[in-house]
């Protein structure tokens, strides 16, 4: 089974704080993904990669940066946190391809900037 | 935009009776459509997906149909059970927007025993 791991499971930051969110998947996938998820607006794309040290934009980047050094491992970067991203923070992977394969996700990190 | 739309919003059935969940697309392109179920607490997991070249797949008692010329899609959930309850997503890619995945907004099914 494939498995997205995020590192932490609840954050809790300051605003105007540099926030680190990790993800690592296992299984060789060449896509990678950061969503937010909030109630009612479900999941919005924020940044993802196609290959190490390749990152496009997604739907909502403002504010936020990533990072592919590895290609088991993309991070999601707050460059400086704002209490507008407080939110539940999704990765997932996928193989290399078009969207025409399924996405994988970890568990989710719930991210609260006071 | 090119959009995903999803209804109901909120969904809540007795133990064993059927639930459907319906999703409407915009783009003409989109060939590949995925439903994901969301638990409290964790992360979106894949359940069924369908391409477009077939229109209906089923697995033990959920089905997912497909009429492209209407474009919408549907899941279908039979003898519902308490461990159904979850929220559920659809999807499907949008070719010009460079093959992303559009997620709807969801749906909150209850199932009550």
């Known amino acids: 089974d494939v498995k997205v791991t995020q590192s932490s499971r609840y954050l809790v930051k300051r605003t105007g704080e540099k926030v680190f969110l990790e993800c690592v998947q296992d299984m060789d996938h060449e896509n990678m993904f950061w969503y937010r998820q909030d109630p009612g607006l479900g999941l919005r794309l924020i940044y993802f990669s196609y290959d190490v040290k390749m990152k496009e934009k997604g739907d909502i980047p403002e504010g936020y940066s990533v990072s592919r050094e590895k290609k088991e491992r993309f991070s999601l970067i707050l460059e400086s946190a704002s209490t507008n991203q407080t939110s539940m923070y999704l990765c997932?992977?996928?193989?290399?391809?078009?969207?025409?394969?399924?996405?994988?996700f970890g568990d989710g990190t719930r991210l609260s900037i006071l | 935009g090119e959009n995903v739309e999803q209804h109901p919003s909120t969904l809540s059935v007795q133990e064993g009776d059927s639930a459907v969940i319906k999703c409407t697309y915009s783009d003409s392109a989109s060939n590949y459509f995925p439903w994901y179920k969301q638990e409290l607490g964790k992360g979106p997991q894949l359940i069924i997906d369908i391409r477009s070249n077939v229109g209906e797949k089923k697995d033990q008692r959920i089905a997912v149909t497909l009429n492209k010329t209407a474009k919408h899609f549907s899941l279908h959930i039979t003898e519902t059970q308490p461990e159904d309850s979850a929220v559920y997503f659809c999807a499907t890619p949008f070719y010009n927007q460079g093959g992303k995945l559009i997620f709807g907004q969801g749906t909150e099914l209850s199932v009550k025993p």
């Open positions: 997932a992977s996928s193989l290399l391809g078009t969207a025409n394969q399924p996405q994988h």
